[in-house]
């Protein structure tokens, strides 16, 4: 139990430690294009490439983690020549899936208008769509990655990925001198991007020796069946971030604003504040990365000791995770948002959303743990009632909230899905009330760290200016928020320790009872 727990520790981290600087990566892109193209454009490319995600939701979303679990399911069986048949059978599927849809979108991009509030957001999507086919392919061998425990290969790719954007598109849109020109570059960046994970990506994965390409056909069926609730779930998903796209500017519009002035206010909050909000789920997604094939190999062998310990630490880590980072953005939103992006109203927008944190943590890592367990129909199910609640918050309420109807909506979204899971894995998995009361407790004790970062940033803000602001006051609130899971739970920090620590004693005490047999065995 113990070696296990380790080796889930150190896999994390080091996804984690990728995926950390690949977020930074990004997000220095993202200052970069909105000093450069500014909330206006923005708005124009996220709308653009919310289209792109939910084209490639339809193709490729549900396949990596099928993908992943089929191999372990398989490996678990002896089945070796199966294992490399579900990789085949994924390429098949997404390349019919992809095809087509690139194919009719260049054919009829005289009539996409109806998809965009925007005109201009047609351009950017056909620069990028050629993307589509390699992408899915991509997706294909980042769940074999998976499948195979890789993750520094994986963590690797996605890494050098985000990079090649943002020298490509610096390099580009540095060169530019007029706004068209320079939302032209972007796309060309994210293209670039893409050519690079498949190239490299095909490279690795045909330079392993093993015979890897089989027949999909055997595995064909068992893929369909099991990715397509997942492609459900996350196609709901985009098709809700499409649907705020495209609704929410127009409900804007209906309040008195100007096209120009909504785009840019859903630029501000779309691309610049939920970007940031969305920050901590590296660490979340980094868990869920290592935990699928390693909660299905659990749920396959029967192992319900380990699976049940293995999620109650997950979704503990979260929690402490989401109510570290919260008081930090509830205190110094409006610091980080002029810092970064020189924009007050979006560091306001990102105060507020900030306590959609806890919800959208928990969301987050048990839809991965459910769709491991083999419950996808229930997650989509599940998702789908928390979308529910979104398009009417953004709906109804922009008359009365503005742009932060979205805020609204994302809490209720995430707060409902959440729930719902939470309840679903209590039924599968016998999971206790403990985790209840560990989030219970901490979410009390949180609070004095909000208090204390509101009153810290009154203070720093009267002397310093706002990157030394922004520095000493997350840091010392992000470590004032950490004291209550220690008070709380001593366990929640220490156990892993503990256990290390009492494994080694064990170790030693079984060397020297070793040793004292053989030194008593007269052979």
Known sequence: MSIIINKVVKTVFFVTFFSGIERITGFIYRIFLS???????????????????????????????????????????KKDDLVWSSVSSGIFFTLVLSVPIVIAFFVFQKKLSFLFSDERCIPVLLIVLPGL??????????GSFWG????????????????????????LISLSRDFDSKLTCTAIAVLGSYVFSFV???????????????????TLKPLVTSSVPITGMRGVSSLVNFLIAVILPLRLIATGMTNRQAV??????????IPILFMPSTLIGSLAVVLVPELS?????????????????????????????????????????????????AGNYLSVASYTMLPMSISLISTSMLNSLNSERKTLMHYIFGAAFMLLSITILP?????????????????????????????????????????????????????????????????????????IGCGLTCFFACVPFIL????????????????????????????????????
Do not use: H
């Open 488 to 523: 709380i739970e001593k366990s929640f920090l220490s156990e892993y320790l503990f256990r290390k620590k009492k494994q080694i004693q064990i170790d030693k005490s079984n060397r020297k009872n070793n040793q004292d047999n053989r030194k008593n065995t007269p052979f």
């Open 148 to 171: 195979e425990k890789d993750f520094v290969t994986y963590s690797v790719i996605e890494l050098l990925e985000e990079i090649v954007m943002l020298v490509l598109g610096v390099a």
């Open 297 to 345: 190999e659990n749920y396959y062998k029967k192992q319900t000791k380990t699976l049940k310990s293995n999620v109650e630490r997950a979704l503990e880590f979260s929690v402490f995770i989401s109510l570290v980072i919260s008081p930090v953005l509830c205190a110094f939103g409006k610091n980080l948002g002029t810092f970064f992006y020189s924009s007050e109203e």
């Open 264 to 273: 840019s206010l859903f630029g501000t909050a779309y691309g610049m504040a």
């Open 399 to 471: 008359r009365f909230t503005g742009v932060y109807s979205l805020a609204i909506g994302l809490f209720g979204q995430f707060s409902i899905t959440a729930a719902c899971n939470l309840a679903c894995l209590k039924k599968k998995i016998s999971l206790d009330n403990d985790f209840l009361v560990f989030t219970g407790k901490a979410l009390i004790a949180t609070a004095p760290a909000i208090l204390f970062g509101k009153l810290l940033n009154n203070a720093l803000s009267a002397f310093l200016p706002v990157w030394a602001t922004c520095f």
């Open 35 to 77: 000093r450069e193209i500014g909330s206006e454009g923005l708005g124009v490319y996220q709308i653009a490439l919310t289209v792109f995600g939910l084209l490639l939701t339809v193709t490729s979303s549900g396949i990596p983690i099928t993908v992943s679990r089929l191999m372990t399911r398989y490996k678990a069986e």
């Open 133 to 142: 086919i390699i992408t899915s392919v991509y997706a294909v061998i980042r």
């Open 200 to 218: 490299t990506s095909v490279t690795v994965f045909l330079s392993r020796g093993k015979k890897r390409v089989k027949s999909p056909f055997p």
